[in-house]
């Protein structure tokens, strides 16, 4: 079976220190994985995808992830919070060959002043 | 440059009340899903559809029905309104293909009140 779990339910960090939303994931095929974030009363924007090349992937806003099969995770990191970063953040993951998308419960990054 | 377009935007019902959410894409994508996302539960899948005349049921389909009957439309029927429908439903599609990829495309939501 396919799960995703989003470790933190909520982060906080100082405007300018580093980010890091924790992901794990279980998948029964080699999976592509998404993180997305929300902002408040909006709908959900991708930040990143990994599709099965490199194993770093680079999204918008200077997030990144790293794919670790080894680990089963996918964590999100910004090297540098700032206030606009504040939303709620999901890590997806789609089984290959599947239609399935399956949504972690979301982490809730606060950045403080 | 429309992407997923949800309708309406938010909407008070009374109980046992019917009501279709509509959802239109334009990226002539072959699949499409509705989500409600209630608070500490993420996303939970309601319907979805893998291209005109199919669909399928999600993870939570009870009290709502889809049709796809054009690869652009996806609407959304709540037939008897309940309180417990309460939440933030999402409408979304994807391209599911080798050049596109399977990136999952989001409406901008749609926020429903059952009293």
């Known amino acids: 079976a396919q799960s995703v779990t989003q470790l933190d339910s909520h982060v906080s960090v100082s405007e300018g220190t580093p980010v890091l939303l924790r992901c794990n994931y279980s998948s029964s095929y080699s999976p592509s994985l998404f993180w997305y974030v929300q902002h408040p009363n909006k709908g959900l924007q991708l930040l990143l995808k990994y599709t099965s090349a490199a194993t770093l992937v680079k999204g918008i806003n200077g997030f990144e992830a790293e794919f670790k099969k080894s680990e089963t995770s996918f964590h999100l990191t910004k090297p540098s919070a700032h206030m606009s970063d504040a939303a709620e953040y999901f890590c997806v993951v789609s089984p290959s060959g599947t239609y399935k998308y399956i949504f972690g419960t979301g982490t809730r990054l606060k950045v403080l002043a | 440059n429309a992407g997923v377009t949800q309708t309406p935007k938010f909407q008070v019902l009374k109980t046992g009340q019917s009501m279709t959410l509509q959802c239109a894409q334009d990226?002539?994508?072959?699949?499409m899903s509705w989500y409600r996302q209630d608070p500490g539960m993420g996303l939970r899948l309601i319907h979805y559809?893998?291209?005109?005349?199919?669909?399928d049921q999600g993870e939570v389909p009870n009290g709502y029905n889809v049709s796809r009957s054009t690869t652009e439309d996806f609407p959304l029927r709540l037939l008897s309104a309940a309180p417990s429908q309460t939440s933030v439903y999402f409408c979304?599609?994807?391209?599911?293909?080798?050049?596109?990829?399977?990136?999952?495309?989001f409406g901008e939501g749609s926020w429903l009140t059952v009293v």
């Open positions: 990226m002539n994508h072959e699949y």
């Open positions: 979304a599609s994807s391209p599911r293909d080798k050049i596109n990829g399977n990136t999952i495309y």
């Open positions: 559809s893998v291209g005109a005349g199919i669909t």
